[in-house]
């Protein structure tokens, strides 16, 4: 009794940890310390749990350990900053189904213990513990199941695009409703045979309502997902800590499921569009009007001419969208403002929340090629002097530059904010080929008076245009 | 333990949750969602007295064990890119 009121302490101290640890990764200048302090948090936690008198085999804890630090060690070293968003959604999706088997191994318990020897050592009513565990489960099997089809989706496994078909949303609730269905009957059920039924049924529902509940996403609106998937992987670890009475678990599960909201919400707030709408819309899944009988065909140039322009250009803004990250076109992008800078031009980068496939994905692959911090500009410091700009050269962004979020209330990104490009001189848009964005629909920049079209291979063009300006 | 007590708890570290990062800068979006999922890693704890308590239960240590490992992977993994992001993000000499 005396060892746990340690235990316990400890688990403060480690809660602590993680409190200051978030704290710090708010701000640039701290946040890799920050870092660190939250790791210490969760290495003393690890520490004190194994200290802990109730555990009486420890050789596969040990090996349990070593398997996951060298998986997970590995994975970590080995990603590509471009493969980001997949990894995260990847860990994501391991922590939820471990919150899964946690509240199921504890099931396991009940079954071995019967509910009234468990319910005394517990000190908790059966109906507490089987609501907490029956939700660990839930939440878990949603978040790993989502994560994974999300995984799927930002890595190219699967098709991006969101799926939608007759009576999605009717199956949709209807599975939710047998899922509560079941949780309560899981819960007035004293039988445990009977629960333990209910409870399998319970999972694969969960882990089909995952996939379901991602399936009319499209890759669009990946960082809204992943955020809230990286709230809901909290909210099940939380949802553990009630199944086992463990402190720690509770609080730092709800510190991420709250701080994974509050990012949801700054990312639905960065499209103009309530959570509702990304989850159920379904959006970018039908196919759009052709816009307002606007029917100018988009201008293409060629990189000898674009060269021409960029050389004479005395500011430069770079729009940087997914289609930077899949031409893993950073290190040339890089390479080429710096040589503008030394041929006189102001370099800028403009980044939106919402480019590319997570919350600051844009950052990272710019962070990572060497780009100066100072150039990075947010979408609301560089829009008022995007008019006296030279050229505007959006590589592989689409959207998040679409001047019918402005202009064309018919729009379904109308009200979106967006990285005023048309106002640039010259907007230049780098682009694989003729075809739609992510969202699916028709981009009123491209057919501007001062659009050119640069198709092909990101990288590529700007290589040439880096050898040109060397030339 | 007391049980209102456990939600009490929940509800403070919510309110603290929400408070400590309303103002986060964009750039770190990125490492803040990776850095904290490294933390909802922290049913490692469950994983691990799951693990070595249920030595009358074959099926329950085996969950443990699994969730173990998936757990650890969250926990080593998520601090090891998020150090690895940040170390990108430190101030350049220029």
Redesign the interface.
Known sequence: MEFDNVINLVYVIAATL??F???M????ET??R???I??AG?LI??VI??L?Q?????K??I???A???L???I???L?K?TS?PE??AL??G??G???L??A???F??I??FGWGAYSAEM??PGY?SSIVIYLAMLIGGITFTGSLYAYGKLSGRVSGQAKVFAGQKALNALVFIAILAIGVLFTWTGDLALGDTLFLVGIALALLFGVMAVMPIGGGDMPVV??LL?SF??L???A????????????????????????TA?MCKAMNRTLGNVLFSGFGATSQSEGDGDDREPKAISVQDAYYVLEAASSVVFIPGYGMAVAQAQHVVKELGELLEENGADVNFA?H?VAGR????M??LL??A?V??DQ?V?MDNINPIMPTVDVAVVIGANDVVNPAATDDETSPIYGMPIIEAHKAKTVFILKRGQGKGFSGLVNKLFVLDNSRMIYGDAKATISELVNELKG | MDLVLLFFIFVLAAFLGLELIAKVPSQLHTPLMSGSNAISGITIVGAIVATGANLNGTVGMILGFLALVLATINVVGGYLVTDRMLQMFKKKDK
């Open positions: 993680f409190v640890g978030i704290k990764l708010g701000s640039a946040a890799r920050g870092n660190l939250s790791g969760m936690a690890i749990t194994l802990d109730g555990i009486l085999d420890f596969w804890i090996a349990g350990l398997v996951g630090t998986i997970g060690g994975a970590a070293r990603v900053m980001m990894l995260v860990f994501n391991f922590g189904l471990a919150s088997l946690v199921w191994a504890e396991e318990k079954k071995d000190g908790a507490f992943i955020s990286n992987s909290g099940a670890a939380s553990a800590g009630f199944v086992i009475g463990n402190n720690v678990l509770i609080v730092a599960g709800c510190l991420v499921g709250a701080s994974g909201l509050i990012l700054i980044i929340p997570m919350p600051g994905h950052n990272v962070a990572e060497d100066p911090y990075l947010e």
